[in-house]
T-cell receptor
C-alpha cells in the first residue's frame, strides 16, 4: 500500500518569496508521484509528475519538485510566489496503469501581498 | 482535445430522487475514475473502470451505481442519497498499459447537494 503525507495544512508566504510545500511518501514499490493544484470550486490540474526519468521535475506555472529517495520526499517549490498561486495543493501517489490516486490531505497556500 | 467534461455543474436533489452524473473524454483514455471530495478534504477514490469494465469499487454504498457505456463516457447513477453524500464529485481519465504512469486528467466536477 502507498500513502503520502503533506506537512502543513496551511502555508503562508509573501508575494515574491520562495514557496516550499512538503510531501513525503510511503510505497513498497517505486511510486509515481504527482502534484495537483485545485482552485476554489474547480477540478484538479496537474502541476508536475515524477516518473523516474529525472529526479528534478519541472512543471507548469514555474513550479518544480525534487524526488529524493533517501528522504522519501517530493517537495514542491517555486522561486517567487504570485498572488495567483493561492490555491489548494495536493501531493498524490500511484502505482501506474489504472490504479487510483492516493492523495495527501492537501496544503492551502496563502499569498500575502 | 485534453479536456474532461462533466454535467451538470450543480445538482440539488431530494433523498427520494434518482439522478445521474455524466462524464466524457475524447483523449482515447481507457481508464476512467469517480472520486468524491468533501469540503476541505482530498478526493477519495470511488470507482475505476478499465477498458469499460469495473476494476475497482472502494466499498461504495449501492445507492451509487456507476456505468461505462463506452470508452468515452462514464455515468454515476444516484438513488436514495443521504445528506452526507453532498460533495464535489470528480471524474478523471488516464491511459492504461504501455508504460502508463497513472497521470490522471480531471474534470471540473459536479457539486451535489442532497436535501
Amino acid at each position: 500500500a502507498q500513502s503520502v503525507t503533506q506537512l502543513g495544512s496551511h502555508v503562508s508566504v509573501s508575494e515574491g518569496a520562495l514557496v516550499l510545500l512538503r510531501c513525503n511518501y510511503s510505497s513498497s514499490v517505486p511510486p509515481y508521484l504527482f502534484w495537483y493544484v485545485q482552485y476554489p470550486n474547480q477540478g484538479l490540474q496537474l502541476l508536475l509528475k515524477y516518473t523516474s526519468a529525472a529526479t528534478l521535475v519541472k512543471g507548469i506555472n514555474g513550479f518544480e519538485a525534487e524526488f529524493k529517495k533517501s528522504e522519501t520526499s517530493f517537495h514542491l517549490t517555486k522561486p517567487s510566489a504570485h498572488m495567483s498561486d493561492a490555491a489548494e495543493y495536493f501531493c498524490a501517489v500511484s502505482l501506474g496503469g489504472a490504479d487510483g490516486l492516493t492523495f495527501g490531505k492537501g496544503t492551502h497556500l496563502i499569498i500575502q501581498p | 482535445d485534453t479536456e474532461v467534461t462533466q454535467t451538470p455543474k450543480h445538482l440539488v436533489m431530494g433523498m427520494t430522487n434518482k439522478k445521474s452524473l455524466k462524464c466524457e473524454q475524447h483523449m482515447g483514455h481507457r481508464a476512467m475514475y469517480w472520486y468524491k471530495q468533501k469540503a476541505k478534504k482530498p478526493p477519495e477514490l470511488m470507482f475505476v473502470y478499465s477498458y469499460e469494465k469495473l476494476s475497482i469499487n472502494e466499498s461504495v454504498p449501492s445507492r451509487f451505481s456507476p456505468e461505462c457505456p463506452n470508452s468515452s463516457l462514464l455515468n454515476l447513477h444516484l438513488h436514495a442519497l443521504q445528506p452526507e453524500d453532498s460533495a464535489l464529485y470528480l471524474c478523471a481519465s488516464s491511459r492504461v498499459g504501455g508504460g502508463a504512469l497513472g497521470e490522471q486528467f480531471f474534470g471540473p466536477g459536479t457539486r451535489l447537494t442532497v436535501l
